[in-house]
């Protein structure tokens, strides 16, 4: 029997907000089923039913025919439901293969079978086509090693449905081709594969049918995507025409001495001769698949990492980063990170500190007591230049959507009033009228004289965004292109850059 999944007329209320209105949608196997729509469109409440973490208000749901309510995530497993969350759900301190099994651990006379585990731990991993060591400590590994464990705990449960929300958000080329080529084996088998994504590429490519979720309501319900173009699609999400940015050529004056030069610089982690120059108001990309070096490079020039040869020249004039501090307050250097709930925010705290916590000198009043009044000025003048939406100053970090978390992130660095921001990973799970939003911020930042190294593993991202585009590969930099801003010409040439070095 082939899987299904019959979603009809569910509906789901939380205090003042109706998340869902009568949602449909129809999921069968050897399918792969987009859920598409902007960021509380009501999206991860429908996976939530669906997976037994909330109850459904009214509706129905069926599993293989059979009617279902779950009452916890549990119960949704033994339906033969898996879901791969963008929020990863590992933990730290367990080891890979601890992680990959944790749902349902082999047992043998009512203890784990070690060697029964190793072996379904090692074959989801192969299946998906990589190499983790099955001992080491999850919280050793990086985000996207993190993401392909998730990943390989949904397959070693044999699910006949699962859910993907936002695979791809931390891994990149290789890794997602060979994603890809597991969902194909996947749907060839009869799985039934929900797979939400912002990244409309890569939804095109790998996708069948689609559903499009608008303020809680199917505004389309399980079509044939190819019936529809992308324009059309994003206009279902936004519910109005967004008109598409044109990618223009920005003229950078490069007569001009450069902010910041790299020259011959090798670090500690390995990169080894790096060469690199940022001129006023550039958009200067750093591309590259996961373990190129990219992160490290830039945290290195920040001084958390260590330099071991070379030069780090700012305005012509060679300089000693020592430390996270010294970039800051001595060279005006800010870094936004791709982590922004662990390194970036303070998301207990209200949006006001948050901006504000670089300049803390600067509003303090007597006995070292910070200055509520300027706080807040500070606050609103940020909050009102890049457009965050809150309800007020005092509204928790951890109660925005993810884009304006990233514009909190940014505009912190803005008070400082930095003359170079790292903004590493900016649109990672948002969606599409937020990252192109972003992405216009950025240029205007750029346009008003500040110099920006932004890193992204997206090339779409990437192409629409940077001036130039530096290539990287195993820590070392194996391009340095000038965009001319063709997605197809520039896709080729960043991968001839990678594929040759």
Same mark, same amino acid.
């Given at each position: ?22 949602? @449909? ?136 449905i699962i859910l993907l929300d936002e695979p791809t958000a931390s891994?990149?080329?290789?890794? =997602? ?26 939804? #095109? ?5 689609? =559903? ?18 992308q324009g059309e699609i994003v206009d279902l999400m936004v519910g ?6 044109? @990618? ?93 709930k662990e390194e970036g925010l303070f998301l207990d705290f209200p ?6 916590? =670089? ?58 009033? =930095? ?67 063709? #997605? ?14």
């Amino acid at each position: 029997m082939s899987a299904e999944l019959l979603i009809k007329k569910v509906s789901k209320e939380f205090p003042g907000v109706l998340a869902l209105n009568e949602v @449909n949608l129809t999921l069968t196997g050897g399918t792969v089923h987009a859920l598409l729509g902007e960021n509380g469109a009501g999206k991860s409440t429908l996976i939530k039913i669906i997976t037994g973490v909330y109850v459904a208000d009214s509706g129905s749901m069926k599993v293989n025919g059979q009617e279902k309510s779950f009452n916890n995530p549990i119960e949704s497993t033994e339906a033969g439901i898996a879901v791969v969350h963008q929020e990863r759900n590992l933990i730290p301190e367990f080891s890979v293969e601890e992680n990959i099994t944790l749902h349902n651990p082999p047992l043998k006379f009512g203890i784990i079978d070690r060697a029964e585990r190793t072996r379904l731990a090692k074959q989801a991993l192969q299946t998906l086509g990589f190499e983790i060591d099955l001992n080491e400590r999850v919280k050793n590994l990086s985000v996207a090693q993190m993401q392909l464990v998730e990943i390989a705990k949904a397959l070693v449960t044999n699910a006949k449905i699962i859910l993907l929300d936002e695979p791809t958000a931390s891994i990149t080329g290789s890794e =997602t081709k060979k994603l890809f080529d597991v969902v194909r084996k996947l749907k060839d088998q009869g799985t039934a594969v929900l797979f939400v994504s912002h990244k409309l590429e890569e939804v #095109y490519e790998i996708c069948d049918t689609v =559903t499009v979720l608008r303020d809680g309501v199917s505004v389309l319900e399980s079509k044939s995507l190819s019936e529809f173009k992308q324009g059309e699609i994003v206009d279902l999400m936004v519910g109005r025409h967004l008109a598409e940015r044109k @990618n223009v050529i920005r003229k950078i004056d490069r007569s001009k001495k450069p902010v910041i030069e790299l020259k011959n610089l090798s670090t500690a982690l390995g990169h080894r001769n790096i060469n690199l120059s940022l001129y006023p108001g550039e958009v200067l990309g750093m591309y590259g698949l996961v373990g190129a070096g990219r992160s490290e490079l830039a945290r290195s020039i920040l001084g958390l990492h260590a330099v071991t040869n070379g030069q780090i020249l700012l305005n012509g004039d060679e300089v000693k980063i020592k430390n996270f501090r010294d970039a800051l307050h001595k060279f005006r250097i800010g870094y936004v990170t791709e982590n922004r709930k662990e390194e970036g925010l303070f998301l207990d705290f209200p949006v006001r500190k948050n901006i504000s916590v =670089t300049i803390l000198s600067k509003i303090l009043q007597k006995l070292s007591v910070i200055n509520p009044k300027k706080e807040d000025e500070v606050a609103s003048k940020y909050v009102d230049r890049l457009g965050i939406k809150v309800v007020d100053n005092n509204q928790l970090a951890l109660t925005l959507s993810g884009g304006n978390q990233q514009k909190v992130s940014v505009s912190k660095w803005l008070a400082a009033e =930095t003359k170079i921001l790292v903004i590493d990973e900016p649109t990672v799970g948002v969606d599409v009228r937020t990252k192109a939003s972003f992405h216009e911020l950025i240029t205007l930042l750029a346009d008003e004289g500040l110099s920006i190294i932004l890193i992204s593993s997206d090339l779409a991202e990437m192409v629409a965004v940077a001036d130039r585009i530096l290539v990287m590969r195993r820590y070392e930099l194996v391009g340095d292109l000038d965009n001319s801003k063709d #997605y197809q010409s520039m896709s080729r040439s960043i991968m001839n850059s990678i594929q040759s070095s």
